[in-house]
């Protein structure tokens, strides 16, 4: 069975572009989040989509960034206009079970590393 | 507000040695979940363990081990005999009822041959 796949695995852009990020989440996982990591930081939570409804955005840093889920099974997060303390690895991470609990494990992708110049 | 830190930046070990990875975590929650992520230079996070609030049982699973601490707040993470492919970051985070985790910084592990 295939994890949680993400694409591109790298993608280097300058300042001010647009770049779209792909998440494939396991098959049959309602639960699909995303987080990131700047250089040098913690891994911090993105948002949580629960098939296509986004549940908890609470982390998504301002308004150039844009998560989607249309039809509850690929996300996408696009940034625009990228800045450069947008560099870092984005993660993409799918769960089994009912959102309100642990019922499942967490799956993480590979990431997608993104570096702005 | 939920805040995990792992202290350590990086360690290195010789191999065959064993090596205590440092996690203390704070949280107001009576429930919460605690967990240890490996990310190897492939990049994916790798489960290894979840543990609840209420099980303060330590855990063994072949060369590894965890000591949860509620009195200080500490879940610790222990590699016996290490090898080589252990080399990695090691995360430790921290959640309450959905999988919105506090992450550490993480821990460099390097073992040489």
């Known amino acids: 069975e295939a994890g949680v796949t993400q694409f591109p695995s790298h993608s280097v852009i300058e300042k001010g572009q647009t770049v779209t990020l792909r998440c494939d989440p396991i098959?049959?996982?309602?639960?699909l989040y995303w987080y990131r990591r700047v250089m040098g930081k913690e891994i911090k939570f993105l948002l949580h989509f629960v098939k296509e409804s986004k549940q908890d955005e609470s982390g998504m840093p301002n308004n150039r960034f844009l998560a989607e889920r249309t039809g509850g099974t690929y996300s996408t997060l696009k940034v625009q206009p990228a800045e450069l303390e947008d560099s870092g690895v984005y993660f993409c991470a799918s769960s089994q079970g009912d959102y309100r609990g642990l019922t499942g494990e967490l799956f993480f992708g590979e990431g997608s590393r993104l570096t702005v110049l | 507000a939920q805040k995990v830190t792992q202290a350590q930046t990086e360690i290195s070990v010789v191999e065959k040695e064993d090596v205590t990875l440092d996690c203390v975590y704070e949280?107001?929650?009576?429930?919460?979940?605690l967990f240890w992520y490996k990310q190897p230079p492939s990049g994916e996070l790798v489960f290894l363990i979840r543990r609840n609030s209420f099980d303060e049982q330590n855990e063994i699973s072949g060369r590894y081990s965890w000591n949860f601490q509620k009195s200080t707040s500490s879940f610790n993470f222990t590699i016996t005999a290490s090898q080589v492919v252990d080399s990695a970051v090691y995360f430790c985070a921290l959640c309450r009822s959905n999988y919105k985790l506090t992450f550490g910084k993480g821990t460099l592990l390097t073992v040489n041959p």
């Open positions: 098959s049959g996982h309602d639960n």
């Open positions: 949280t107001r929650d009576t429930t919460y979940y």
